[in-house]
């Protein structure tokens, strides 16, 4: 008998095992998701960032909040869910409480807007939709701060997101202004002789700058955000809130501000000028390496 050649035999069977393998595992059961139908579907909403919404006039339509229909699984997203919804004062009150160093907001009362539409309804496959309110607030108060409590009502799933929504028209300090500032550069705090109109003392630089324009946005009636710094927005913004009993400013850095430990100055007064619309603001700021900057920024409203 003729003999099989050994390299052609082991090939033979290098294809054997491979077809076995292959055979093997095209017979895998598709893997199962662990995770499918686990956890809470939830009706989500979402308020954005800043938790804020900002009505151009007393009688707009806005939108207060994205609601997403999180399910668990696919089936569960195809589901037809209904969600209504409703306010409760004490959730703005209890963020009050635990905010005393905050703005107090004030609930706003449901005589004041309604919800648009009144109800939500996903249908199989829908995810997604926007919640609206239209205002009805002619005859607010307006030196005051508002938030709602959101309160979500959803058929088969978990309301769950944003509860704690501030809703304010525009601010009276918001809009356009020209910024024009100087920046005084210190090698430390104690080089600064804050005695002095400008300040003094021993001086690395002076740096000017001049915005024109330059954007102050609503956070709430009497606060605003603007640039830090000697930055149109390159450094974040400062939170600006006037005090209209007397006119004087405070501020302190917003969330996105990267300027280390800026302070209010205590040396020169931060005060608006109704009559001309300028916000003179003077604050400091030490950098991480101990350097030492003093900032002082007026805006003219345009």
Aim: net charge negative; proline share 6%; aromatic share 8%.
């Amino acid at each position: 008998m003729k003999k099989i050649d050994f390299k052609f035999r082991k090939a033979i069977m290098g294809l054997v095992l491979a077809g076995g393998v292959g055979v093997f595992i095209s017979c895998e059961p598709e893997p199962k998701n662990e995770l499918d139908g686990k956890g809470p579907n939830i009706l989500r909403a979402d308020a954005g960032p800043d938790k804020l919404v900002v009505a151009p006039t007393t009688t707009s339509t806005v939108t207060l909040a994205t609601i997403y229909k999180d399910a668990n699984s696919a089936a569960a997203l195809n589901q037809t869910v209904s969600a209504s919804f409703s306010v409760d004062p004490q959730i703005v009150l209890d963020r009050n409480a635990a905010n005393p160093d905050d703005i107090q907001y004030a609930p706003l009362d449901a005589q004041y807007f309604s919800f648009s539409p009144a109800a939500l309804e996903f249908g199989p496959g829908e995810w997604i939709k926007e919640l609206k309110m239209d205002m009805k607030a002619a005859g607010l108060d307006l030196s005051k701060d508002y938030a709602i409590g959101l309160v979500t009502t959803a058929t088969g799933y978990t309301a769950g997101g944003d509860k704690f929504i501030k809703v304010a028209l525009p601010s009276a300090y918001e809009g356009q202004y020209k910024s024009t500032g100087k920046r005084y550069n210190y090698n430390a705090a104690s080089d600064a002789d804050q005695s002095t109109n400008p300040p003094s003392g021993t001086l690395v630089s002076v740096q000017s700058w001049t915005f024109d324009p330059t954007t102050a946005s609503t956070l709430s009636s009497k606060t605003v955000a603007i640039h830090a710094g000697n930055s149109d927005g390159g450094f974040g913004r400062i939170n600006v809130t006037v005090n209209p009993s007397n006119n004087t400013v405070t501020l302190v850095p917003n969330a996105d501000c990267t300027l280390n430990a800026l302070v209010l100055s205590t040396h020169y007064p931060s005060t608006y000028d109704p009559a001309t619309k300028t916000l003179d603001l003077w604050y400091e700021y030490t950098n991480t390496s101990g350097t030492f900057r003093i900032i002082h920024d007026k805006l003219v409203h345009k």
